[in-house]
């Protein structure tokens, strides 16, 4: 199972970076995503990252301000947050799946997305 990290409280404009690390299985060959979810919304695909090739997917709602990276050495995925919004307030979790270019984008297309990390961007 992966587990996502790095949450906070944080004021409009500023930045946090989230981590996704694998404790007991692989990244590879599978896509990493992000999602969140925020209180009474459903769950949007926020970004995704080829582990093997390194393809990168943002949502519009935050492409230009996140961005994503994998390490492999640390054998963690982290999604750096800039320029943040009260509207980004939501927990953010991250999976693993095998998708394809048309299910990339789908929360449906990942498996279990674990916990989350709970991020706050007061105004």
């Known amino acids: 199972q992966l587990q996502a990290s790095g949450g906070g409280l944080v004021r409009t404009g500023g930045s946090l970076r989230l981590s996704c690390s694998a404790s007991d299985c692989s990244f590879s060959p599978y896509t990493v995503g992000w999602s969140r979810r925020a209180p009474g919304k459903e769950r949007e695909f926020v970004a995704a990252?080829?582990?093997?090739?390194?393809?990168?997917y943002f949502s519009d709602s935050v492409k230009g301000r996140f961005t994503i990276s994998k390490d492999y050495a640390k054998n963690t995925v982290s999604l750096q947050m800039n320029s943040l919004e009260p509207e980004d307030t939501a927990v953010y979790y991250c999976a693993r799946g095998r998708t394809i270019a048309s299910t990339v984008m789908r929360p449906t297309a990942y498996g279990n997305w674990g916990q989350g990390t709970q991020v706050t961007v007061s105004s």
């Open positions: 990252i080829r582990w093997n090739g390194g393809n990168t």
